[in-house]
């Protein structure tokens, strides 16, 4: 059995709980269906009745008064139902990847009814009834899931080349710069116009970098290739955009006068099968990139119809740009789709004409001037213990992991002593999780854009670990904790819209499940700021989550001492949050205090005898 429990308070002579029937949402003519769906029906709410074709959920839609649009629920549009009045649209620019749209649930009518059901079994003891009712509440609710938008593939296996070898890779995080070096070996042929009459099985050994960095200030991603040594024109490869769906892929040749210079590039471009499907409904999406190698050179540069083919280059540059839109209301119209595509273009120009260099300087200012505000400092030795990177100075990262805390032989200077056992505290290695957790959050969340989800942007496929959402019964809390006490106040910037439209959706569950005013946000929620429990009720049913998360505001205004912020983002929730509990909780039978539940402390259970759980 899963955990379902009460909770209790003091009662506080000033907090008048509302009576029973206070709680009941009173009915209203035009929340209610006229035609063949009798169901009480609440704004936003969608019906569960499914129709298999467009042309018949119209004709059963324009039958009802109250009917206020139809919602698609499916990327090809073979699944329609019906739309309540009421809905908000909110066409909301985001620089952010997609969300699969799944996690649209919606409210159930007797929702409320459930809940004051399961409130009544918890308090006379029987929990497994509690469950059942608590289970209906949550079944059939489903969360979207993050996913990356595209995904630019290079391949530099192509003939002459052999397998990628001896590859190395580094993150710098105090400039949030990644480089990487390997060999490729590549036999030559009568083909390479550069070598005369080549011997047979001649072949030679190319070393290559790759620099890779993600502009905030230029919104692009710019990759550079080179060969270390001078050899040959070494660079060859195949490069697209890929992404999971249905899509439009297309490559062709372009140029772009950048200091008084023609400079060629390659073009590659990806987005939704069908432009003005607005991908799936409600999200549209388009990425670009330039595939641009050093002009100076005598290379060869190919479109293909979903690809960039070149070789005989010593640099390449690939600078990637994206655009995204989405809507929380289905029927919504989103702005022209092509304007993303002129969007994409404009970055990827911008950032061309600028220059690789001063693009990298832009970055490198933009992110250290954050990351450098504070710097950790650990003790060099402790309790007799060596503290360095290890005990020879070459391992790598995952191996400085591996053995962190446990012992080594410390190296002695003098010839035929025994080497002393010694146990290795790496601070160095405390100190750089520590840097590592600055960068990732100063890389997922700034202003303008959505707070950092569970896994990070970083997570790769079409869905990401646990969805990739928001986890609001503790995990999104403790990716924030840090930020002002780091002094990164750019980082919280992104949690005052995102709380502002989960109290806006938190209102309707409120309502439709509790009765009450204010609102409620339970243990997750995704980029549509579904309130409802979500999920299993063991994870999911925890109506103080979201007031925990709103929490985090006021404690930023504590560092930032931001009145008008404080007054016009701030307060606004924490007073709907508080609201909706001042109605939730209910006097004790004996009126010694106040209180709450059924809900779950979420990940936890206790026993009710020797045999079972709950």
């Not at 749209?101 to 009544?120: C, H, I, M, P, S």
């Not at 840097?435 to 997922?444: A, E, V």
């Not at 929490?551 to 912020?565: A, E």
Request: with cysteine; net charge neutral; hydrophobic share 35%.
């Amino acid at each position: 059995m899963k955990a379902v429990s009460s909770f209790a308070w003091p009662a506080r002579p000033l907090l008048t709980p509302p009576m029973q029937s206070e709680l009941l949402p009173q009915p209203t003519a035009a929340l209610r269906w006229t035609g063949p769906h009798k169901d009480k029906f609440i704004p936003g709410q969608v019906s569960n009745q499914k129709y298999a074709s467009l042309e018949e959920a119209k004709k059963v839609c324009a039958e009802m008064a109250t009917c206020g649009g139809l919602t698609s629920e499916g990327s090809e549009g073979t699944s329609w139902f019906l739309r309540g009045p009421g809905s908000h649209l909110n066409d909301s620019p985001s620089k952010e990847i997609s969300w699969l749209l799944e996690g649209r649930a919606v409210q159930k009518e007797d929702d409320f009814r459930t809940f004051q059901e399961a409130r009544k079994t918890v308090f006379q003891g029987n929990f497994a009834e509690t469950e059942t009712l608590v289970d209906r509440l949550t079944a059939g609710a489903k969360l979207s899931s993050y996913e990356y938008l595209a995904q630019l593939d290079m391949d530099l296996r192509r003939p002459p080349f052999s397998e990628v070898t001896v590859y190395s890779r580094r993150l710098h995080l105090d400039n949030a710069v990644a480089t990487s070096i390997f060999e490729v070996e590549r036999r030559l042929t009568g083909s390479d116009k550069n070598i005369s009459n080549p011997r047979p099985q001649l072949s030679i050994h190319s070393k290559h970098s790759r620099t890779a960095f993600a502009s905030n200030p230029d919104e692009v991603l710019w990759v550079r290739q080179e060969c270390v040594e001078n050899q040959l024109g070494c660079m060859a490869g195949d490069y697209t955009l890929t992404r999971v769906k249905d899509n439009f892929i297309n490559s062709s040749i372009h140029s772009l006068l950048i200091d008084g210079k023609k400079e060629e590039f390659g073009f590659l471009k990806l987005h939704p099968a069908d432009l003005f499907a607005n991908g799936y409904n409600n999200i549209g999406y388009f990425a670009c990139a330039a595939i641009m190698p050093e002009s100076s050179q005598a290379g060869r540069m190919k479109a293909f119809p979903s690809r960039i083919g070149l070789e005989g280059y010593q640099r390449v540059d690939i600078v990637i740009a994206a655009e995204s839109r989405y809507s929380r209301d289905p029927q919504a119209a989103l702005r022209d789709p092509r304007v993303l595509e002129g969007s994409c273009r404009d970055k990827l120009t911008r950032a061309l004409a600028k220059g690789y260099q001063r693009v990298l300087e832009s970055h490198k200012e933009d992110y250290s001037k954050l990351f450098g505000r504070t710097q950790l400092n650990l003790a060099t030795a402790m309790n007799g213990s060596i503290s360095t990177r290890n005990c020879d100075g070459s391992l790598t990262t995952p191996e400085r992991v591996a053995r962190y805390d446990r012992f080594c032989k410390r190296p002695s200077i003098h010839r035929g002593a025994v080497q002393e056992r010694v146990r290795m505290v790496d601070t160095g290695l405390q100190e750089l999780l520590f840097d590592f957790g600055k960068y990732l959050l100063i890389s997922s969340s700034r202003e303008g854009g959505q707070p950092a989800n569970l896994v990070g942007i970083w997570a790769e496929g079409e869905r990401s670990p646990w969805n990739g959402d928001y986890h609001l019964n503790i995990n999104m809390q403790m990716m924030y904790w840090a930020a002002d006490i780091l002094n990164l106040p750019e980082t919280v910037e992104p949690l005052y819209p995102f709380m502002t439209k989960l109290a806006q959706s938190g209102k309707i569950a409120a309502e439709c499940m509790y009765g009450s005013p204010g609102w409620v946000a339970h243990g997750f929620t995704d980029i549509w700021m579904n309130a409802r429990p979500l999920g299993a009720p063991e994870w999911s049913f925890c109506p103080v989550c979201g007031a925990w998360m709103s929490l985090h505001l006021y404690d930023s205004y504590r560092f930032n001492r931001n009145r008008s912020q404080l007054v016009e983002e701030v307060l606004p929730v924490l007073s709907g949050a508080a609201e909706f509990f001042m109605h939730y909780l209910i006097p004790a039978p004996d009126d010694t205090c106040l209180l709450s539940g059924p809900s779950h402390s979420p990940e936890n259970s206790f026993k009710i005898d020797a045999s079972v759980s709950a």
